[in-house]
């Protein structure tokens, strides 16, 4: 894949960041903090303890939307891409929903229009399944992969239970989107509500790449994971 990469390890950490500064996500995800200085992709992932090829695996993929890893992802860190994902959950559940939440709060009056209130309602509706959602990858798949690092391969369940029955979790934003457009309360904080429902359309990126990530890399690497230990047992 490095003939395909639009990053490698030798380029400077803040040219990645200067070309795109959504790759920040990328970066906090891996707990690589900033003030980095002039060091390369290399020597920051080094110093911080992070798998470099598994940084730039993902990095360039939410840069060029590679859907096909060319066999690297024989050579990707498992547990750094598991933390990876944490660490998106985190940020989704505990930071980016909630802050949404308060913006819409400010913005609309729930308490004297009916409109607003279902706003909210949607919301935290919404909320709520993508919880449920991350909590299965928490509970389920991730102590599965566990599981299977240790070399044990549980014999009910497979990776490709979670990719058959994976939802797309940012598309269901899209009606949110337009009952804010469509039937915004006459009583609002205008810039307040534009700001949100930009956050909303942000999060809705986000929660779509995150997704990718676990459809384009993370299970393709569980899967010859899954191999390597069936032909191990036989």
Do not use: W
């Given at each position: 894949m490095d003939n395909l990469?639009?990053?490698?390890?030798?380029?400077?950490?803040?040219?990645?960041?200067?070309?795109?500064?959504?790759?920040?996500?990328?970066?906090?995800?891996?707990?690589?903090?900033?003030?980095?200085?002039?060091?390369?992709?290399?020597?920051?992932?080094?110093?911080?303890?992070?798998?470099?090829?598994?940084?730039?695996?993902?990095?360039?993929?939410?840069t060029e939307g590679f859907?096909?890893?060319?066999?690297?992802?024989?050579?990707?860190?498992?547990?750094?891409?598991?933390?990876?994902?944490?660490?998106?959950?985190?940020?989704?559940?505990?930071?980016?929903?909630?802050?949404?939440?308060?913006?819409?709060?400010?913005?609309?009056?729930?308490?004297?229009?009916?409109?607003?209130?279902?706003?909210?309602?949607?919301?935290?509706?919404?909320?709520?399944?993508?919880?449920?959602?991350?909590?299965?990858?928490?509970?389920?798949?991730?102590?599965?992969?566990?599981?299977?690092?240790?070399?044990?391969?549980?014999?009910?369940?497979?990776?490709?239970?979670?990719?058959?029955?994976?939802?797309?979790?940012?598309?269901?934003?899209?009606?949110?989107?337009?009952?804010?457009?469509?039937?915004?309360?006459?009583?609002?904080?205008?810039?307040?509500?534009?700001?949100?429902?930009?956050?909303?359309?942000?999060?809705?990126?986000?929660?779509?790449?995150?997704?990718?990530?676990?459809?384009?890399?993370?299970?393709?690497?569980?899967?010859?994971?899954?191999?390597?230990?069936?032909?191990?047992?036989?």
């Open positions: 990469q639009k990053y490698k390890p030798t380029d400077k950490m803040i040219d990645l960041i200067s070309d795109n500064y959504s790759l920040l996500q990328v970066m906090s995800r891996f707990g690589l903090s900033l003030g980095f200085g002039d060091k390369t992709v290399r020597e920051v992932c080094e110093l911080n303890g992070v798998d470099c090829h598994t940084f730039l695996i993902v990095v360039n993929f939410m859907s096909r890893l060319d066999g690297s992802s024989d050579e990707i860190s498992i547990p750094a891409l598991i933390d990876y994902l944490r660490q998106a959950h985190l940020y989704f559940l505990d930071f980016c929903l909630p802050a949404i939440r308060r913006k819409l709060i400010e913005a609309i009056d729930c308490s004297q229009d009916e409109v607003a209130f279902l706003i909210l309602k949607f919301f935290d509706e919404y909320t709520r399944e993508v919880r449920k959602h991350m909590d299965y990858e928490e509970k389920t798949v991730f102590k599965y992969v566990d599981l299977l690092l240790q070399g044990d391969a549980p014999k009910n369940y497979q990776i490709s239970t979670f990719s058959k029955h994976h939802d797309q979790v940012g598309e269901k934003l899209t009606e949110l989107k337009n009952i804010i457009i469509k039937y915004c309360p006459a009583k609002t904080n205008v810039n307040q509500l534009n700001a949100a429902l930009f956050d909303i359309y942000t999060c809705e990126e986000g929660l779509e790449s995150h997704c990718k990530v676990e459809d384009y890399i993370f299970v393709p690497a569980i899967l010859n994971l899954e191999r390597r230990i069936n032909e191990n047992e036989k």
